[in-house]
């Protein structure tokens, strides 16, 4: 059974930092595209910034120049360092990972982490 557990979220002041991790877990064969999202109060899921196998990344427009994704393959764990935080970075933070289980497995399954809250505020 696969287990994707995200770690990190908290409470800080604009302008402050924090770190995500978001580790995979159970017998798998690869992954592919890793990637944090986020949902304010409200507001339908987004994308926050993705890294495929190869480390080549996307964010979101509001994110650019702040946020840097990055993985340990070796570890299965994909982070999200979060600097400069804004009051409308607030959200329930949640981690993706496309998974496969077999060599031969052609399109990857998609696996979502529980969610970490992030809250910016003053």
């Known amino acids: 059974q696969v287990q994707l557990v995200e770690s990190g979220g908290g409470l800080v002041q604009p302008g402050g930092s924090l770190k995500l991790s978001c580790a995979v877990s159970?017998?798998?064969?690869?992954?592919?595209?890793m990637g944090w999202y986020r949902q304010a109060p409200g507001k339908e899921r987004e994308l926050v910034a993705t890294i495929t196998s190869d480390r080549s990344t996307n964010y979101a427009d509001s994110v650019k120049g702040r946020f840097t994704i990055s993985r340990d393959s070796a570890k299965n764990t994909v982070y999200l360092q979060m600097n400069s935080l804004k009051v409308e970075d607030t959200a329930v933070y949640y981690c993706n990972s496309q998974i496969r289980f077999r060599s031969w497995q052609g399109l990857p399954d998609n696996y979502w982490g529980q969610g970490t809250q992030v809250t910016v505020s003053s």
């Open positions: 159970g017998s798998i064969f690869s992954i592919t595209t």
